[in-house]
């Protein structure tokens, strides 16, 4: 018993995909409620099996944590890192969205790589860095650029620097 | 179809000397089948112009070189990076990335390029002899004999899960509801789709693959400096030639594994539409069922990369099978290859055995000497290859995000995508902190889909009678074939445990 007293408890990130699993699941069963039995079929089948699954195992979680000692800030599944780590990871999260909605909102696909590649590679390797970051951003981008509009003609929504490019090509 | 042999010969040569067509199209496939979101099918639907340009020949050699090296890139970024090109290569991260991990990226690439082109060219070689025979597979198999071979598949989890077969259960059915998002495949209900009409069409494969995999991977990596341990560093620092050179002897020793694993590839890849994931995930699984060190799999286990990297390959000459002979394409890339062969005049079906063999024939044989050339142009690369995992993470992790959310745009063209990657990143992320494994998510999520549309089927041929699933002998053989894998290795395990109990207390005894 001393042994299982000691044994680190898992942290309580575990419950995420089994909470998100019951949650999604009993959406899909209500956006299902009207149609016909086939369109119910998976949500029924899978959908019943996924709640019971994760309902016992977040039991058997729950269980473990009430009658062992916790040990806090820690743990064999611990998910969240130290904290430089987190807050670099939390940026780059954020520069990521920033990327899609650059791409998605017309600065277009070269442009949006140029900076998120150059940010990103400041942000992980140092400001000291950035001649170098925007040295390889650039390069990277512009094997890109030829790449997948260029050579594969990828339907990016099209930034001032592919417009440019075309009306020079053209 | 009587088989014409005499013909082979001319065949093979006339094949060779096409190597000008060949060799640009195997390195064009290896990048596109490398970069998650592009495939053999979007490239040829890109490149329609060039293959309706040429004669129909020169244009079907270059199609077929494309198909059958883009199923080989797929696994180099699956094993170097731990993401998978396409859904087929999904199985491959499994025992390849933790031999990069190891600082065996070289030997593990020569064992992926070794398995692939033994398998691909094996299973073509079989296709040409056999190809009356295994014609008959796609009448013999069905939505019953589909249900249980998609089982199959899905038994991985239990072997991935082993530690924890409680999360592989959570992970595996969150991943089989998130796969059957979509409208349902009879009256086009929508399910799930929070409203998105980009989820209409069903879960996207490659976002969630992108996110799965690439994105959790590239927001983990970060914590080191490189995707390689210290030890691994050091060996990939000094290794030249011998760690290649390894992992060829190693294929080369385990030839019978390449061979059963490839056949599995094949007979999967003649039924239209299974794919190459769940030839890959199947073969893994039947691979560490028969395997004398079980246990072993899932930490660079030379089995457990050949196994699902040799089955992909025997999927892309399996699906040409039931193209040529039935005129019925098994997959994606072996549809568009149909329509530009229609746009061509040819008239694909048994009729195009007797007016133009040498058309027919000369496709499955320019797929095997496809495979010959495949091994000069990529081997010697797998040294130079492997070096990028060298690169530190504060260049790697912000390329992979990039590289990889183009990829998930480029698989439909729709902005969407990418979010949706984000959300998939964000769910493999947690789910790689907390144990649960996305290879158990993406199987979920790729065979779900498929397993519900064949039970469906047979659901509905039967008119809502279950028992319609033991209705065949064939399905019943794979009934028991799949009870005897899930019961077996518990039984093993089981008998292991007490022979060890009982020498241990005889020893006791002893002493």
Redesign the interface.
Known sequence: MATRRRREIPAAGEFIIPVAAIAFTAYYIWSVRDGPWEAKFSAYLVGTGLIISSAIFLLTRIWRLATTHREPGGGETRWWPPRPVTLRRLALLVLTLGYILAIDYGAGFTLSNFAFLTCGIILLSGVEHWLRAAGVAAALSLGGYLLFIVAFHTRFPEGPFEQFMSRLLS | MDLPFHLFPELFWHAFSLWYVIIPAVLLGIIVGAIPG?SAA??II?LLPLALSVDVETGLVFMVALYSSSRMGAGIPAILVNIPGTGGAAATPLDGYPMTQQGRAPQALAMSFMASTFGGLFTSVVALFCLPILTQVVYYVHSVEMVVIMLFGMSLIASIAARDP??G???G??G???G??GA????G??????GFLELYDGLPIIPALVGLFA?SEA?LI??GESIVSKAGRDLMVKAGWGPTIEGVKMTIERWWHVVWTSLIGLLIGIVPGAGAGIAAFTAYQQSRFFSKTPDLYGTGHPEGLIAPESANNGVTSGTLIPLLVLGLPGGLTAAVMMIVLQLHDVLLGPQLFVEDPKLAYGVIMTMAVTYIFMIPTILPLARYMSRITLV????M???I???T??GA??AR?Y?FD??LA?VFGA?GY??R????HVAAILIGCIL?PLL?QY??RAM?ISEGDPMVLFSSTLGNVLWVLLVVTLVFPYLFDWMRKRRAAAEAGAAEARS
């Open positions: 592009f979007n490239t890109i409680l999360k259960l959570v992970a059915l969150f089989m509801m998130l059957a998002i349902d495949h009879i009256y209900t929508p399910r799930g789709t929070m994105l927001f970060i914590e530190s993470t504060s260049y992790t912000p390329t995000l990039s590289f959310l183009t745009f480029v063209d902005a990418m979010y984000l769910i947690v789910a902190k907390t144990g649960f779900g519900e039970l469906l509905r």
